[in-house]
């Protein structure tokens, strides 16, 4: 029986890693293209886009920790949505 539930241990920590390397991808292009409003929230709708939601919620605080000064309007708009 435990045979069983090892493959599924197996792909969800080989999905969480793929998850949180994404989170990790996300939150570095965000940092890249700061400098420019536009690609700023393109790049933020895709992240948006391929997060799931508790990686969304770790990312929408980051991103308010790190951008809320400077894109607080555009935060709100995309993750205004996402719960805390």
């Not at 919620?57 to 995309?78: M, P, S, T, V």
Request: aromatic share 14%.
């Amino acid at each position: 029986m435990n045979y069983l539930f090892q493959p599924d241990r197996k792909i969800h920590c080989f999905l969480t890693k793929i998850l949180m390397a994404m989170l990790d991808y996300a939150k570095m292009i965000l940092k890249k293209v700061s400098f420019d409003r536009n690609l700023f929230e393109k790049e933020l709708v895709k992240a948006i886009n391929v997060l799931i939601l508790p990686e969304l919620r770790e990312f929408k605080k980051w991103c308010y920790d790190q951008f809320g000064d400077i894109y607080y309007a555009i935060l709100n708009k995309h993750l205004a949505h996402i719960p805390v």
